[in-house]
């Protein structure tokens, strides 16, 4: 019955914006931590940010003042605003649900599909 369905992604320049969706179907929403993670040809899957269960934000260090997440609750959605994108932000983006924010090998509840991101310079 969980699913979550990532939308938003396609083909920038670099510079630019897009903003990323994750739907979440199945379960409530509101009681669990929620986050972003990418992973970029040849490279492993790493953690971009997230919303623990008291909506405080975490984010690692290369999207800092770039990259924003935020959530509605009422509609089971999370949001990752991302500017002033760079080529080395392609990559594919997952979102995730957990008890906590773990790393990507963290036993999350559930992921989404992915959606592809390419920064072009």
């Known amino acids: 019955e969980v699913q979550l369905v990532e939308s938003g992604g396609g083909l920038v320049q670099a510079g630019g914006s897009l903003r990323l969706s994750c739907a979440a179907s199945g379960f409530t929403f509101d009681d669990y931590a929620v986050a972003w993670f990418r992973q970029a040809p040849g490279k492993e899957r790493e953690g971009v940010s997230c919303?623990?269960?008291?909506?405080?934000?975490h984010y690692k260090e290369f999207v800092k003042g770039r990259f924003t997440i935020s959530s509605d609750n009422a509609k089971n959605m999370v949001y990752l605003q991302m500017n002033s994108l760079k080529t080395e932000d392609t990559a594919i983006y997952y979102c995730?649900?957990?008890?906590?924010?773990?790393?990507?090998?963290?036993?999350?509840?559930?992921w989404g599909q992915g959606t592809q991101v390419t920064v072009s310079s």
């Open positions: 919303l623990d269960r008291d909506r405080r934000t």
């Open positions: 995730a649900a957990g008890d906590q924010c773990y790393g990507s090998g963290g036993p999350w509840r559930s």
